[in-house]
């Protein structure tokens, strides 16, 4: 599923969509590592694309978690700011709550595909198109883990669009 995550990326950045990324707690951390590989200088790869952390503003998160809950953080953050065909990618451990449900079901109704890592997979599954999961309950293991991956990701992803942009 690795692959298949970093193709809907690619394709999705190719033809000038955005990448939304969130995450809660140490996962929120790795959505702001991922957003900032992606937008800024990963390895050799200066290009800038389109990636954004949904988690990177005080201001929304207090007004949206005030006003709304914080089960509806994320769907308000991909309803208001997510297309058709971006890509929305969920860092999570446990694979459980409320926002995670609602964030996939508003990616799906805005026409986003959804890459999510996780430590272990469940019925939220049906609302991904990529599930990158470690089969594990031991978040040290999983976050770390998770921070390899999207390394990894970032890396594959700048480095397919490099020979794209070539080809062009």
């Not at 969130?22 to 694309?49: D, I, P, Q, R, T």
């Not at 297309?83 to 990616?107: P, Q, R």
């Not at 198109?129 to 040290?140: E, F, G, L, N």
């Amino acid at each position: 599923m690795v692959n298949k995550a970093i193709d809907l990326i690619v394709d999705a950045i190719s033809r000038g969509k955005k990448v939304l990324v969130f995450g809660v707690g140490g996962n929120a951390a790795n959505a702001m590592h991922m957003a900032a590989e992606l937008s800024g200088k990963y390895e050799n790869y200066n290009e800038c694309y389109p990636c954004f952390c949904l988690v990177d503003n005080p201001c929304e998160i207090t007004a949206i978690t005030n006003d709304f809950g914080w089960d509806h953080y994320f769907e308000r953050q991909v309803l208001g700011k997510g297309s058709e065909d971006d890509v929305v990618v969920a860092f999570s451990v446990s694979g459980s709550g409320k926002y995670l449900e609602n964030g996939f079901k508003a990616a799906k109704e805005k026409g986003c595909k959804v890459v999510w890592i996780c430590g272990q997979k469940n019925e939220l599954s049906q609302y991904c198109d990529s599930v990158i999961d470690w089969c594990s309950k031991d978040t040290p293991r999983i976050q770390e883990n998770q921070v390899v991956m999207l390394h990894h990701i970032c890396g594959e992803v700048k480095k397919k669009l490099l020979v794209i942009e070539w080809r062009v």
